[in-house]
């Protein structure tokens, strides 16, 4: 099967076609999914300003990013659910939108990001994560770079909403 | 922008906010230069828009961690006044790019916002968090252990604070909706 046909698969499944024909689920669907968005970036950027060492500088950096991190993969489970439901309703067009894949791209690196900050220099953060100590590049590049590209998602995110053709609702 | 379907205009129960000034308003500043220069410049808004949700962002997430701490649930090494001294700021420095990014969507569809009933919701909604956020903050400005033998108190204020900031969020994305 084709990738078209998946995604027309994924588009008449009943769920997929409730969100898209009841008139207030997918705006209901949408503020969930914005909702936990800001708190994946907003408390993402927390770890982030704490690796760069721009911000909590007094805190150690592990115990700071395990706790915040809690919240970020909380929040995220809930964009990912709703996320997926929202592009199921309309899969054929946010599959072939430009913005949607580089949102999608973006998130990729991300965890890509993640992953090799956790290998390296994640490793011996109990280390160097010390109060007011600096921390060392690769820790405040992985920091930068995790900023920057979530930064990216939200912006392709709302590109999306303005670049859909045809919208199912308004932008 | 397309048509929105009629099952979703609440905006007749609410209609005393519907003046005929407001109207008159609302057609006035869409017909200003600056008005019609967001208008047709098609990156303008979803820019400012994109700066917005970042801008809500670190105002909820600042807002998370002290109610999260004001309920006991975390930062529990630290104590509330130190976590608020941290957070606080961030909350008070962004509220005017909210503001300012808020405005700009406005005088690019006056009628779509401040006509709309969500709009005024939303409004409402952060005037109430802006008291609910004062109220916990004030006192534990003048004492920093004033929660902490007031813990049921603590709780209530922090789940008022979380559901007024994520109705904030609600009715922010539902304007496009009405």
Not at chain 1, 39 to 46: C, N, P, Q, R, T
Not at chain 2, 14 to 22: H, V
Not at chain 2, 84 to 107: E, H, K
Not at chain 2, 156 to 166: G, H, M
Request: charge should be positive; hydrophobic fraction near 55%; include cysteine.
């Amino acid at each position: 099967m084709d990738i078209d046909t998946l995604l027309r698969t994924l588009e008449e499944t009943s769920i997929a076609t409730l969100i898209r024909e009841n008139e207030s689920l997918f705006p209901w669907v949408e503020s969930f999914h914005v909702l936990a968005i800001t708190l994946v970036i907003g408390s993402i950027a927390i770890v982030d300003l704490r690796l760069i060492g721009l911000a909590s500088r007094e805190r150690p950096a592990g115990r700071l990013a395990s706790e915040v991190l809690r919240c970020t993969w909380t929040a995220f489970a809930v964009a990912a659910i709703t996320g997926a439901l929202l592009f199921a309703s309309n899969a054929f067009n946010y599959a072939h939108n430009s913005y949607f894949q580089a949102k999608l791209l973006f998130l990729v690196l991300a965890a890509l990001n993640m992953s090799v900050f956790h290998l390296f220099a994640g490793r011996d953060i109990e280390r160097w994560g010390i109060p007011d100590q600096k921390n060392p590049l690769p820790a405040r590049i992985a920091g930068a770079v995790s900023l920057f590209l979530w930064i990216g998602v939200v912006a392709f995110g709302r590109w999306v909403g303005f670049s859909l053709h045809p919208t199912p609702l308004a932008g | 922008m397309q048509c929105v379907p009629s099952t979703l205009r609440i905006g007749s129960l609410i209609d005393p906010m519907r003046t005929r000034a407001l109207l008159d308003f609302c057609s006035w500043l869409e017909e200003t230069p600056l008005s019609q220069t967001i208008q047709s410049a098609g990156w303008i808004v979803p820019s400012v828009q994109t700066v917005h949700i970042l801008s809500i962002a670190a105002v909820l997430s600042s807002v998370l961690m002290i109610d999260l701490r004001l309920m006991g649930l975390l930062w529990r090494d630290q104590s509330l006044a130190r976590v608020s001294a941290r957070f606080r700021p961030v909350i008070w420095w962004t509220l005017p790019v909210l503001l300012a990014t808020g405005a700009v969507m406005i005088v690019g569809e006056p009628a779509r916002s401040l006509a709309n009933p969500v709009f005024q919701l939303k409004m409402a909604l952060l005037v109430a968090a802006m008291i609910v956020t004062l109220s916990a903050q004030v006192p534990l400005g003048r004492n920093p252990a004033f929660w902490e033998g007031r813990r049921g108190a603590a709780r209530i204020v922090a789940v008022f604070s979380l559901l007024l900031w994520a109705g904030i969020v609600f009715a922010g994305r539902w304007i496009a909706y009405f």
